[in-house]
């Protein structure tokens, strides 16, 4: 008699705990469902329901796999691969009938400083360089949390320097020099021409797409519903903490570590940036360009409704709402590099 007692109580604790779990997982997929309701619908994928934050080695080593794969070029641009003295390599971009002379644009890749590589912007870069007609440099550069601040940095300077150099050859003018970004590469970027200005060296404009420019941002609680797609608070906490070398605080002091904290932004030239309301930077894309604003620099800040991090890669060939985004961006860029419109291709 007491072992069908025990085992009717093993049964009925078994129960109790499946039913816990089926509780849990229905509070778990209302709360994503929710979330995920704010996003566009066109943006809207089955991707979007496993959330895959980076938080520790594992994640970091499976995120870095994931992300090694290369970008198709468009066809008709001429790819080249280049060593930058003081940095690592570089990709150059050149369309048959680039402009000479004309403009040329330093772009960045994102990854949060701590994953991808340039190859991943192959297509977005030669595609740049054959809408524009410019010459485009994307460099390599090390990564966190191998390689913390400012050896990434470093890379990314050294690159603008190079490409100044390199631009008569390239049929560049040295003055008609922009620097871009996407993500930890548009935070890459505005620190890049912060320091191009105190060194005197000429940057025409700058071209953000959603930047992390503040590592405060990770001390930030409470980011009314944002980050909860793409790009998290914990992934971003653990990424500031990797390119630091320690966890994000109140006090930074390094120069260039994180963009948003230069407290004096008077001439630094002209600026797009472009980011998602769902965007976990949100608030400090907003708040850069305010500044920016306030320091006398023309910025044209286009903020893309029901857009989450980084939707633009996966969707601007099949998305509307994504294909305008990028075209204004690049029109941002012919504007500033005194180009003339970009031309409209698929």
Request: proline share 7%.
């Amino acid at each position: 008699m007491s072992t069908s007692r025990g085992a009717a109580a093993g049964a009925a604790a078994a129960s109790a705990v499946a039913a816990t779990v089926a509780v849990s997982a229905a509070v778990s997929v209302a709360r994503r469902h929710h979330t995920l309701s704010a996003v566009a619908p066109e943006l809207r994928t089955p991707a979007l329901w496993l959330p895959r934050p980076i938080t520790g080695k594992r994640s970091l080593s499976r995120a870095r796999r994931r992300s090694r794969l290369a970008t198709d070029p468009v066809a008709g641009v001429a790819i080249t691969r280049h060593d930058v003295p003081g940095g690592r390599d570089a990709f150059v971009y050149e369309p048959p009938d680039h402009r000479r002379p004309g403009g040329a644009l330093l772009w960045i890749h994102g990854g949060g400083t701590i994953l991808g590589h340039p190859e991943s912007d192959h297509e977005l870069c030669s595609r740049i360089a054959r809408d524009l007609r410019i010459v485009v440099v994307s460099p390599r550069y090390r990564l966190a949390p191998e390689h913390p601040f400012p050896a990434g940095f470093d890379d990314c300077f050294a690159a603008l320097r190079w490409l100044h150099d390199a631009a008569p050859a390239l049929g560049g003018e040295g003055t008609r020099v922009a620097v871009g970004g996407a993500s930890a590469g548009g935070g890459l970027a505005a620190s890049v021409v912060q320091k191009a200005h105190d060194h005197g060296l000429p940057v025409a404009f700058q071209m953000l797409l959603y930047p992390m420019l503040d590592d405060r941002t990770a001390l930030v609680r409470d980011h009314q519903g944002r980050g909860r797609v793409g790009w998290t608070r914990r992934s971003n906490t653990y990424a500031w903490t990797c390119y630091l070398g320690r966890g994000p605080s109140v006090a930074e002091s390094r120069p260039y570590a994180a963009a948003a904290r230069r407290e004096d932004l008077r001439g630094l030239p002209p600026a797009w940036i472009g980011v998602g309301d769902l965007d976990l930077f949100y608030a400090e894309d907003l708040s850069y360009a305010e500044r920016l604003r306030s320091a006398g620099v023309p910025v044209d800040l286009v903020v893309e409704p029901g857009m989450y991090h980084g939707a633009d890669f996966d969707h601007h060939a099949t998305a509307p709402s994504m294909h305008a985004f990028r075209q204004g961006m690049l029109d941002a860029l012919a504007a500033g590099l005194a180009l003339g419109p970009a031309a409209e291709r698929s």
